[in-house]
């Protein structure tokens, strides 16, 4: 299996944030700014989360392109690149028996 995708997509993203295209969802987002790009990733988040609660693998399939496809539209708006993502990624893998203790509850609001 190869990764090439996500390369040549978020290539293209960036290709759209530096030259962009009228028609173009891509620069619709860099047009509108930062908080219409969080607004998506949120909603996007949020079907991820619907989808799993129904078990729908097709639906939740599909949830999680349109979640990463909006994260790399983020992620472009920020500057972040996927070697980026990549370096912490390694870093993760790294790790093991990285258990954290539990939260503390909240008790005041």
Same mark, same amino acid.
């Not at 891509?26 to 930062?34: A, E």
């Not at 998506?40 to 949020?46: D, I, N, P, Y």
């Not at 989360?49 to 729908?56: L, N």
């Not at 980026?84 to 093991?96: A, F, G, L, P, S």
């Given at each position: 299996m190869s990764y090439d995708v996500y390369e040549r997509v978020f290539e293209t993203i960036l290709d759209r944030k530096k030259n962009p295209e009228e028609g173009s969802y891509?620069? #619709?987002?860099?047009?509108?700014?930062?908080e219409k790009i969080l607004?998506?990733?949120?909603? *996007?988040?949020?079907e991820v $989360? $619907?989808?799993?609660?129904?078990? &729908?693998k097709k639906e939740v399939i599909n *949830? #999680?392109? &349109?979640?990463? #496809?909006?994260?790399m539209v983020l992620m472009a708006e920020l500057d972040i690149s996927l070697e &980026? $993502? #990549?370096?912490?990624? *390694?870093?993760?893998?790294?790790?093991?028996h990285n258990l954290k203790a539990e939260r503390k509850p909240i008790e005041n609001l």
């Open positions: 891509t620069t #619709y987002l860099f047009n509108k700014g930062l607004k998506k990733v949120g909603e *996007e988040s949020t $989360i $619907i989808a799993s609660c129904k078990k &729908d *949830e #999680y392109g &349109d979640l990463i #496809y909006h994260l &980026d $993502i #990549y370096e912490v990624m *390694e870093e993760r893998d790294k790790k093991t």
